[in-house]
């Protein structure tokens, strides 16, 4: 596949790093910060976001002939809402624990910009088989933050990971609570950024 | 949280779980219209206007249509449709007749069809149970939530733009972190009421 | 499969998708502003920049005063003639074309030139700079150097540069004056784009006061008056003003100013050079005010090219038209 477009892969590949919809096109930032409390939550909100884009994007591309221009936006948001209603339930009945942990963020995900952003710019001119590519890249590249933003800020600020305990007891009876309430999640992501940055005023730019 | 008073309810919504730097929902908007006050300040006024309309329509809808029909299941579809017809309508109607309001907030209206603020209000009506007058002064609360953080947090970033940082951390990296101390210092306001 | 569940979503969500778009559709009809098309003609030529040179809030606000008859039809110095032309094609009327302008910084003070006197920590930025005392600088009149011009520019055509001044890219510039507006001192300014030969000093002071805080500040001598071959300078607090009208851009204050405190804008300038129609009278050697022109009277005359500076008095007063302004194509002066 490499050697017949070679852009091809490069539609999977650059939503993990180059075009990151977190760290770098700064979007979808609101289910970054609030569902990050554990690495467990990062992750199941990621892959239900991930669903969410994966399957609209495909949609999108499937019906974009014959969605005429002037109404693509409310098309667009009702396949969204209903990928969004499919996984809401699903949720519900096979995971209660994590869904009652995200609330209200799971329906949000149909105003999150990455997915509406992604059917705008990319599915609406694409084919089919190039959306699913993006669409996967893109999902990999925001549950990967997730994940690793819930990580640190379950590690750091609970002690845990998963739930089991990989700090010694002395840090978990004491942890450092700031990185689990909102302002930790504020600061842990403007030092990631920064980061970001660093790596791409040091080295390729 | 339905049996508290309008007063809590609106202070709740304003201070203690401040729809920004609490609950983390209309980042979007936040960080990219903060950077100037004017522009907070019509963003903030759109803002309001909207999520109060988007509060009672949906609201009526929902209690009205969705739950008599046994269709809840619809109400994600169905509220994120109110809201972009409404802001659609909203836009032509100030185009219209109340001109000076259009120029001063207009250009924010198609941004905030996508605002998770809006559509987050209307599940949060959902889900605390509020009739109907609780839920408009949840809808203002929020609303003035949103603008006192934005507001601020503009003060803020229009001091950074001259501030020396050093490069990495220039632009969403120092304003993260300020927003990681403003939402310290809203922090406080938890101890008002004891609730999360 | 609860057929009736599916019959009940499709209607409702139809019948509300129905109901708005009805809503909508009734809104578009009654709602939507009567707009005089050639609002949006004008507004379609007009270069987009929305940088408020006109004087009127951006693009939209310019077409709209123009269709309202409250606005010349000019006043665009970003589109230049070719914008204000066309405007008139759309309106139907005759246009005169004005100027197109460029930024310019009136300073040279740099950092080797005009040293600061103190050392200035706080936000970087030349309006906060100049609150303190003046700013940090020891010439309190010139440029400070902190680069709020290079923030204010809406096409980005301003850098600062390595001496502390910011440096104008002149393509880029579309002489909005934004930066003229937002300078604390007045160090920037707008001149016709024609304009190649102008004063680089703001400073009010004189001789020694000016001498110790910057070198290459005026210091108001008036030898420039005194040199001008047309008197289109006069001194006026301390500083020589220029009338644009008279000035020929020749190029002699620049040279002989002993601050260095004009700026010539030419990319080059042209040499004199005398033809075998010298009759050798010498006219040109009076006048010549470089002593760039040596020869015997009555025998040909010969241009030394080290010294000359281009200005063009020689050409002038040449009887027999025996000397041209040779080189630096693609630039133009006014004598010839």
Redesign the interface.
Known sequence: MSNKKPSRLAYLTSGIVKENPTLILMIGLCPTLATTVSARDGLGMGLAASFVLIGSNVVVSAVRKLVPDSVRIPIFIIIISTFVTIVDYLMQAYQPGLYRVLGVFVPLIVVNCIILGRAEAFAYKHGIFDSLLDGLGKSIGFTLVLFIMGTIREIVGNGTFFGQAVTPAWYRSAPMLFAIFPPGAFFLIGLLKALVNKTKLGGNK | MSQMNPAKIFLAAFLVNNIILMRFIGLCPFFGVSTSLNTSAGMSAAVLFVMLLAAWVSWI?YHT??VP???I??RT??FI??IA?LV??VE??L???IRNLYSAMGIYLPLITTNCAILGVTFLNIDYRFNILQATIFALGTACGFALAIILFAAIRE?L????ISPAFKGYPIAFIGAALVSLAFMGFIALFGIS | MDWF?IL??LL??GG??LT?AV??LI??LK???KVDEREAQIRSVLPGANCGACGYPGCDGYAAAIVAGKAPLNACSVGGPAVAEKIGQIMGEEVTASQPQVAVLICRGGKEQAPNRFEYRG???CR?AALLLGGPKACIYGCVGLGHCV?VCPVNAIKMGENRLPVIDEKTCIGCGKCVKECPKGTLRLISRSKLVYLACVSRDRGKAVKDVCSVGCIACGLCVKVCPVGALKMENNLPVMDFSKCIDCGICVHKCPTKSFIDRAPGRPKASINPRCNGCGECIKVCQFKAIEGEPGKQHRVIPEKCIGCGQCVLVCPVKAIDLVGALGHSMKTV
């Open positions: 809808l249509l969705l029909l046994g269709l299941f619809l579809a169905v449709l109110v017809a659609q309508f032509m109607f185009k219209r007749y001091r733009e001259d501030a020396p | 569940l009940k979503s409702v969500l509300l998708g708005f809503i909508l809104a578009y709602l939507t502003v936000a970087e930025d906060q923030k």
